[in-house]
């Protein structure tokens, strides 16, 4: 059982580069959000979905893009890098929700723009 | 809007030693209370919640919250610490949707022999 898969685990990128980090999880869970990680924030949502078509914003939305075209993948795109994405980006996944189920995370994505 | 604060960025201690890692939350509403916990160059794994019922929690490994509402807070402590313990803590409370977390900053804990 691989749980939640993220590609890339690293990622160097130049500004006004576009790209995709992926998230697969195959434990057939509704929910999907992305956070990201930086020193001494904690972590902070970007986006979230709660199933199949349903996508939806958290707090640090802009510069990121979601879709949930099936219930197993979650990309999170950025369209123009800028050296203010530079973080390490979480995916988790919880059976219902947040609350009503545990949150599995990957591994995380390092993604750093030049 | 719901929010958590860890009162302390890092706490180091000796092996064997108790440690408390502060948490204090703000919601006018129900909340559902979580701490997680990430291993170096992992994601994050749930320790322990509190949904309802005994306001005590408790972890499989020695771990353990209160859910103390007049306080707003959710502490978490261990009466003796082990080297593998190491690592960062971060507290969450539910958005009053339900539908996310939102973690503290985090609580670096360092356990030195």
């Known amino acids: 059982n691989a749980g939640v898969t993220q590609t890339p685990k690293f990622q160097v990128l130049k500004t006004g580069q576009s790209m995709t980090l992926q998230c697969a999880q195959d434990?057939?869970?509704?929910?999907m959000s992305w956070y990201r990680q930086d020193p001494g924030m904690g972590l902070r949502l970007i986006h979230y979905?709660?199933?199949?078509?349903?996508?939806d914003q958290g707090e640090v939305p802009n510069g990121y893009n979601v879709s949930r075209s099936t219930t197993e993948d979650f990309p999170l795109r950025l369209l123009s890098a800028a050296p203010s994405q530079t973080s390490v980006y979480f995916c988790?996944?919880?059976?219902?929700?947040?609350?009503?189920?545990?949150?599995?995370f990957g591994e995380g994505s390092r993604l750093t723009v030049l | 809007a719901q929010s958590v604060t860890q009162l302390d960025s890092q706490v180091p201690v000796f092996e064997e030693a108790p440690v408390e890692l502060r948490c204090n939350y703000s919601s006018s509403v129900s909340v559902y209370l979580f701490w997680y916990v990430q291993y170096p160059n992992q994601g994050l794994q749930l320790l322990l919640k509190y949904l309802s019922g005994s306001t005590l929690v408790k972890s499989i490994n020695g771990f353990e919250a209160e859910f103390n509402k007049s306080q707003t807070s959710f502490h978490l402590r261990k009466p003796s610490v082990h080297i593998s313990d190491t690592a960062e803590y971060f507290c969450?409370?539910?958005?009053?949707?339900?539908?996310?977390?939102?973690f503290g900053k985090g609580t670096t804990l360092s356990v030195s022999s």
């Open positions: 969450a409370v539910s958005n009053q949707a339900g539908t996310a977390l939102i």
């Open positions: 434990m057939n869970h509704e929910y």
């Open positions: 988790a996944s919880s059976r219902g929700g947040p609350t009503t189920g545990e949150l599995f």
């Open positions: 979905s709660v199933g199949a078509g349903i996508t």
